[in-house]
């Protein structure tokens, strides 16, 4: 009986409270098709990820910007999907 008022009141507590939003980060590996790589194993694609700039933008002699560059995204949807907020800058 002790253990089933224990669990429920953990059930309780972790349901007022919820993880905050954290931004991660990850590298774009790949444009034109969007592949950002988040750790070691996943890699997000266009259907993952939305985002405030267009990582497609080329420089004059065509070459893409944000290749390589590494940004900074929030996880939505239960970390199904990623909203891209900027690349981070060094220095």
Known sequence: MNNAVEALAQM???????KPFEPVFGTV???PELKIRRG?????????????LNLRQQ???????YLKKTVAMLPYNNNNNY???????NG
């Not at 309780?12 to 919820?18: E, F, M, V, Y």
């Not at 070691?40 to 405030?52: E, G």
């Not at 420089?59 to 910007?65: L, Q, S, V």
Request: aromatic residues 2%; negative net charge.
């Open 83 to 89: 909203l891209v907020l900027g690349v981070v800058q």
């Open 12 to 18: 309780l507590k972790s349901r007022d409270n919820p």
């Open 40 to 52: 070691t194993k996943v890699v997000l694609t266009n259907a993952h990820c939305t985002s405030l």
């Open 29 to 31: 590996e790949e444009l």
């Open 59 to 65: 420089d004059i002699e065509g070459n893409y910007i």
